[in-house]
C-alpha cells in the first residue's frame, strides 16, 4: 500500500507563512516522502494524511481565527496523529526567553484543543506595501520592523529536527 502523504497546512494573509510551508514541503520531499501543501481552508478529510504540520501567523497575539476553527473542528483527527505546530510572528524578531513565552501563550488556545509534539517558532516577514492602511497604522503602533526577518536556516533546522521525530513516531508504532 502506497504511504499517506505529510499533510503541511498553513494560514496566511501575506504569503509569509505560506513561504515557510513550501520549504518544508522541499526538505522533506528530497527525504523521500510524500507531502501535500495546501491553504487550511481547502482541507476537508484528516483521514488521508500520517501526519500535520499546521502553521499560521499571528495577529492581535492569536494566530489567524481561521486557523484557531480548523484545529478546533478537526481536533479529534488532530490527536490522533502525529502534530506539529509553526508560528510566524514579529514578537519573534528577538529570539529572546521572554519571547519565546509570549509566543508560545499565543498558542495556548490552539495547544489546549490538540498538543503538538513539537512548535517552530520563527520570525515573519512585514511589508508595508502587502497591507491595508489599517493593517499598517496597527503594525506602526507597535513598533513592528519593516522587513523580511525570516531566519531560513532556523526554518530549515526545524523541519529537520520534525522529520527526525516522524521518524521516531514511526518506529515506536505512533502512526
Ligand atoms: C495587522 C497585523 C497585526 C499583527 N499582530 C501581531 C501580533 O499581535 N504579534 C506579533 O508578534 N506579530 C504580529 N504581526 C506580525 C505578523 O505575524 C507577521 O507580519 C507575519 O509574518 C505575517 O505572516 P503572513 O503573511 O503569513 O500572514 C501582525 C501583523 C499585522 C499586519
Redesign the pocket.
Known sequence: MLEKPILIA?A???????EIAEVLDKLFREKGASVEVRDLEAIRDLSLYRAVVLGS??????W?PEAVDFVRQHQDQLRSKPLFYFS?????QQDTPAHVQD?LE?LRPVRELAEPLDIGLFA???DPA??TQV?RE??QE?G?PVGDWRDWAAIQAWGERVWSLLNQEEVAGGI
Open positions: 498553513y496566511t494573509h501575506t504569503g509569509t507563512t505560506r501567523s499571528i495577529r492581535y497575539n492569536e489567524l510566524l510572528s514579529m514578537t519573534m509566543s499565543f515573519g516577514q512585514l502587502e497591507l493593517a496597527i503594525v507597535r513592528f
